[in-house]
Nanobody
Framework: QVQLVESGGGLVQAGGSLRLSCAASGTIVAVNAMGWYRQAPGKRRELVAQVANGGITDIRDSVKGRFTISRDDAENTVYLQMNSLKPEDTAVYYC??????????WGEGTLVTVSS
């Protein structure tokens, strides 16, 4: 059974940094993309950043230049380095792994709170 376990969330002041990690246990066949989504209270879940096979990245405009995504395929792990955090970055962050045939695996989420 596949499980995605996130870590690294917490409370930080505006301007600070956090690094999120997501490690997948179990076997996932044909991984296509690994990434992070977030959901703020009262809002829809949105893509923050993802990295597809070959290193192709898709990063949300509002976090470009502040967030960096990376993945370690040997360890089935994906990271999100978040710098210059803003209060509007406050949300629950979810790890996602998508296979080539469109199956999605999700973590349980980790809360990031940025105080002003």
């Amino acid at each position: 059974q596949v499980q995605l376990v996130e870590s690294g969330g917490g409370l930080v002041q505006a301007g600070g940094s956090l690094r999120l990690s997501c490690a997948a246990s179990g076997t996932i066949v044909a991984v296509n993309a690994m990434g992070w989504y977030r959901q703020a209270p009262g809002k829809r879940r949105e893509l923050v950043a993802q990295v597809a096979n070959g290193g192709i990245t898709d990063i949300r405009d509002s976090v470009k230049g502040r967030f960096t995504i990376s993945r370690d395929d040997a360890e089935n792990t994906v990271y999100l380095q978040m710098n210059s955090l803003k209060p509007e970055d406050t949300a629950v962050y979810y790890c996602n792994i998508r296979t080539s045939w469109g199956r999605d695996y999700w973590g349980e989420g980790t809360l990031v709170t940025v105080s002003s």
